[in-house]
């Protein structure tokens, strides 16, 4: 009881000026609250989108600035019934060339390799078909990495397209309302960072300086031409 409330509890705290816009729960769909997440679920802010991830072995948390999602992908995985068939069809193949050249050679190793292989090929079908190599998917990709949310439930699989929906229209609106903002102030000032080598702590370099120059006389003559 101890160790499940633990886990429960193990979400990252939103920042200041950060706001919950939805979430996913592997199993829940879509939940309007972040305290309603699972330990399977993602939490879409207005800054980030977070991911949770927990297995038998770990807890994986991972956040994504939410302007670097470039793209989203739903899996759904379907079991083919022309599967089954060729993987029955092969093993019961397997079986009566097996029987048929044991009963006609008495030879094992030939028994074993025409009608073993066909069986071996069968049974493995079988086993992919049964247990697919993959899981229903809700995936979110940027430039760097692909973050994926498992559907564990049919309620989830109904309601992802909805969720990504939502999402979607929040992205494109917050998107449109920073392009249409108007700065009210043009600042001028150059920006270094003091990790870099550009007129930063590191070691000088003559063209770096020469284009900080350039710009700092730009900005000086800007500064000082009077206003018409």
């Not at 509890?9 to 972040?34: C, M, T, W």
């Not at 068939?85 to 390799?113: E, K, N, P, Y």
């Not at 994926?148 to 309620?155: D, G, I, P, R």
């Not at 494109?172 to 270094?192: A, G, M």
Request: hydrophobic content about 35%; some cysteine; proline content about 5%.
């Amino acid at each position: 009881m101890d160790s499940a409330n633990s886990q429960a509890v193990i979400y990252p705290s939103l920042l200041n000026h950060e706001q919950f816009q939805a979430g996913f729960d592997s199993r829940k769909g879509i939940i309007n609250d972040p305290n309603e997440a699972g330990p399977n679920s993602t939490l879409i802010t207005n800054l980030r989108l977070i991911n949770r991830v927990n297995t038998d072995d770990a807890v994986t948390i991972t956040s994504l600035p939410v302007g670097n999602i470039t793209s989203t992908e739903i899996i759904r995985v379907s079991k083919s019934n022309s599967k089954l068939f060729r993987s029955i069809l092969l093993m019961a193949s397997g079986i009566i060339i097996g029987w048929s050249t044991w009963l006609l050679l008495d030879v094992i190793a030939i028994t074993l390799i025409f009608g073993g292989l066909p069986g071996l090929i069968g049974f493995y079908l079988l086993m992919g078909w049964v247990i697919p190599d993959t899981e229903n998917m809700l995936c979110f990709y940027s430039n760097e990495k692909s973050i994926n949310q498992a559907l564990h439930t049919k309620e989830a699989e109904l309601s992802v397209h909805p969720f990504i929906l939502s999402f979607y229209n929040y992205y494109f609106n917050q998107d449109i309302s920073e392009n249409n903002q108007v700065p009210s102030k043009i600042d001028h000032t150059i920006n270094r960072s003091p990790d870099s080598t550009f007129g930063g702590t590191g070691t000088p370099n003559p063209l770096e300086n020469a284009i900080l120059a350039n710009l700092k006389q730009s900005q000086q003559n800007y500064e000082e031409k009077p206003e018409s």
